[in-house]
């Protein structure tokens, strides 16, 4: 009798030793796999992903009247406008969720792009009146006014777009990361179980 209850302690003792190494060694894992995805994403940084070259000619005229509205004094100019644009993301700021319970990367959220825009301005032909100057104003107003059709002139093109299919291309990087540790990568509550579902997720 008294040796089957050292049987029995014995059996125990072991069956409660390999379930305690085991899982112990399972939740290293599990936690090192955890660091691994959020290490990953905190290496994302601003990833800029397009950029492209505008030109545009603007004619910029100005008139006031004076002498009791007998005399119209106009100022005018001819303004040549290269720019550089470039889309980006700031991938620091993507909003995430690592559930360890569920081996599930929630991807919340991902920024906006940001539109860069860096203008040179070349000035041809400026004739203004005595009573009429160049003043700061003017050419902050020219500024403005092309600023405003450029940005017009990028979403009429395929930068954005094109920066969209960068972005999804970086993306991927996190798919197949999470696909090779056996976890599961989602973005807003969808679960992204192949790289076409990349493809057809809305930013």
């Not at 070259?53 to 100019?77: I, P, R």
């Amino acid at each position: 009798m008294r040796k089957l209850l050292y049987v029995l302690i014995l059996v125990l003792m072991v069956m409660f030793g390999y379930r305690y190494f085991f899982n112990d060694k399972e939740e290293t894992i599990l936690h090192e796999n955890s660091a691994l995805i959020q290490e990953q994403i905190r290496n994302v940084s601003k990833l800029v992903v397009t950029e492209g070259h505008f030109s545009q000619v603007f004619t910029y005229k100005n008139s006031k009247a004076v002498f009791a509205n007998l005399v119209n004094v106009e100022k005018k100019a001819l303004v040549v406008v290269n720019a550089d644009v470039t889309v980006s993301y700031d991938l620091s700021q993507i909003e995430y969720e690592v559930d360890e319970s569920t081996k599930t990367l929630k991807i919340l959220s991902i920024p906006k792009e940001e539109i860069k825009i860096s203008p040179d301005f070349e000035y041809y032909d400026v004739t203004a009146d005595f009573l009429n100057p160049f003043k700061a104003e003017d050419y902050n107003k020219i500024k403005d006014k092309v600023n405003g059709q450029l940005m017009k002139k990028i979403e009429a093109s395929n930068l954005k777009s094109n920066a969209q299919n960068r972005l999804i291309s970086e993306l991927s990087k996190f798919f197949i990361l999470t696909n090779t540790l056996g976890w599961t990568l989602q973005y807003e509550g969808n679960s992204i179980k192949s790289s076409d579902d990349l493809q057809n997720i809305k930013l």
